[in-house]
């Protein structure tokens, strides 16, 4: 069983930054993309990020282009989100997953099997 736990939420100022961590309980983690979603109150999922296998090629979405980068250590098992420039609809639950198919990324919500129990982030104007 895969166990994925997310931590660095937390509330920040417009134009802030914060840094999500995803520790991932697996000796497979190599093996399969990772990806971050986020899920505001009255709103779907959406995609936010995701990095192969390799951590060599990252996807993002429209809203975080140029602002979020996502990055993966798979010596110690830890995929993370750098969000710089916070915007207020930013504020959301984000949940890192991980990959259901080795050595594939995908960008939609059926391309990931394992989730985290989520960390919130708000940010404040």
């Known amino acids: 069983q895969v166990q994925l736990v997310e931590s660095g939420g937390g509330l920040v100022q417009a134009g802030g930054s914060l840094r999500l961590s995803c520790a991932a309980s697996?000796?497979?983690?190599?093996?399969?993309?990772m990806g971050w979603f986020r899920q505001a109150p009255g709103k779907e999922r959406e995609f936010v990020a995701a990095?192969?296998?390799?951590?060599?090629?990252?996807y993002y979405g429209n809203s975080v282009k140029g602002r979020f980068t996502i990055s993966r250590d798979n010596a110690k098992n830890m995929v993370y989100l750098q969000m710089n420039s916070l915007k207020p609809e930013d504020t959301a639950v984000y949940y890192c997953?991980?990959?259901?198919?080795?050595?594939?990324?995908?960008?939609?919500?059926?391309?990931?099997?394992?989730w985290g129990q989520g960390t919130q982030v708000t940010v404040s104007s």
């Open positions: 697996t000796s497979t983690f190599s093996s399969y993309a």
């Open positions: 990095v192969s296998w390799s951590g060599g090629v990252t």
């Open positions: 997953a991980r990959g259901t198919v080795r050595l594939q990324v995908g960008l939609r919500l059926d391309d990931y099997r394992y």
